[in-house]
């Protein structure tokens, strides 16, 4: 009979509030940003790769499944949300929403066709889709294939928010961010987050408490699905362009780095990760092809010395939820 991990704290009020604590302090240290002379750009493309690892994060670090196509939801709404803004000249408000409905249908087909498998087999066949997305977007016209679709007009957001202005941008993408983020919150401090939590411990059990837990995973896939989506939206106006780079399996490869660096089903984890990842390839873009060889080399160290990732070894030492 499998139990709770070591690692797995009760969702109390004093746990709740210790996160509502480093929520607060995060969010004005993110605010903060534009004034102590940071490259925005930098924490902007940070900030999307933070909510999707948050997202992948909530299927896998909370409902125990490991997709390896998480790439696909980004690399869709990032495709979507492209088209709609350079070719249908949509407002980036319906842009984002286009967007993420595109992540939501595709999370609803993908889920429904790999749920009902387990372990290896649902992540080998989320890769599967994946690849398969991603072949069919390198013929498909509108991708523009290898060229990707460029030149992203940004645009006013609700008529009044020029989000060609950097300082604009930056605030609406963290805005951005930070709703994903607390909604990525609420639904792991929600009943349906706990029953998640608890199909991860013992999924037989949960069946023998009466739980559908085909169905609670289908959900917790379809949210996921959609918050990276969401992720991807948020993206096309930072880079300005959608890319095949989005939707290859490297990306999805990057999204479990940065969890399992941050702490896997921490709630602070896998931003921390997303900023170390991301961070990497943007200071030691000198190395060139040995920018993979450091990150490489940093997880073996991760997995070796800070077993429960950097957040997850904190929160264990000091007894805290993170």
């Given at each position: 009979m ?8 009760p969702?109390t ?6 996160e509502m604590?480093?929520?607060?302090v995060m969010?004005?240290?993110?605010a903060?940003?534009?004034f102590t002379g ?6 902007m493309?940070?900030l999307?790769?933070?909510?999707l ?6 299927l ?9 196509g998480?790439a696909?939801?980004l690399?869709t ?10 070719v ?14 595109a992540a ?8 429904y066709?790999?749920i009902?498998r387990?372990?290896i ?5 989320t890769?599967a ?12 016209p509108?991708t523009?294939?290898?060229?990707g679709i ?10 009044v928010?020029?989000l060609s202005?950097?300082t ?6 963290l805005?951005?961010f930070?709703a994903g983020?607390l909604?990525i ?9 706990e029953?998640l ?6 999924e037989?059990?949960a069946i ?14 379809v949210?996921?699905g ?6 991807g939206?948020?993206k096309?106006?930072?880079?300005q362009?959608?890319?095949l780079t989005?939707?290859?399996?490297s990306m999805s490869?990057?999204?479990?780095l940065?969890?399992?660096?941050g702490?896997l ?5 896998p ?5 170390v990842?991301?961070?990497?390839q943007?200071?030691?873009a000198?190395f060139g092809?040995?920018?993979t060889?450091?990150q ?6 991760c997995?070796?010395?800070?077993r ?12 805290r939820?993170?």
């Amino acid at each position: 009979m499998t139990t709770l991990t070591d690692d797995t704290l009760p969702a109390t009020p004093r746990a709740m509030r210790d996160e509502m604590i480093v929520f607060v302090v995060m969010a004005l240290l993110l605010a903060s940003v534009p004034f102590t002379g940071v490259y925005p750009f930098f924490v902007m493309q940070a900030l999307c790769f933070a909510l999707l690892a948050c997202a992948f994060n909530l299927l896998i670090g909370y409902g125990g499944l490991l997709s390896f196509g998480h790439a696909m939801f980004l690399g869709t709404a990032g495709y979507c949300s492209a088209h709609a803004l350079k070719v249908w000249a949509l407002p980036p408000e319906l842009g984002i929403l286009v967007g993420i409905a595109a992540a939501f249908v595709l999370s609803l087909i993908t889920g429904y066709i790999s749920i009902r498998r387990q372990g290896i087999y649902f992540s080998m066949i989320t890769l599967a889709l994946s690849q398969l997305l991603y072949f069919i977007y390198l013929q498909a016209p509108f991708t523009h294939g290898e060229d990707g679709i460029q030149g992203i007009p940004q645009g006013h957001m609700f008529g009044v928010f020029d989000l060609s202005k950097p300082t604009v941008l930056y605030y609406v993408v963290l805005v951005g961010f930070l709703a994903g983020f607390l909604l990525i919150f609420r639904i792991i401090n929600s009943p349906f987050g706990e029953v998640l939590k608890a199909i991860r411990e013992n999924e037989p059990r949960a069946i023998s408490l009466g739980y559908r837990t085909d169905q609670y995973k289908f959900l917790a896939f379809v949210l996921s699905g959609t918050l990276a989506g969401f992720a991807g939206a948020l993206k096309v106006f930072v880079a300005q362009n959608a890319s095949l780079t989005d939707v290859h399996w490297s990306m999805s490869g990057e999204v479990v780095l940065m969890t399992l660096v941050g702490g896997l089903g921490t709630i602070f984890g896998p931003v921390v990760g997303a900023f170390v990842i991301i961070a990497m390839q943007q200071y030691l873009a000198g190395f060139g092809q040995w920018v993979t060889v450091i990150q490489g080399s940093i997880f073996v160290i991760c997995v070796l010395t800070f077993r429960r990732g950097v957040i997850g070894e904190i929160a264990h030492y000091f007894r805290r939820s993170l």
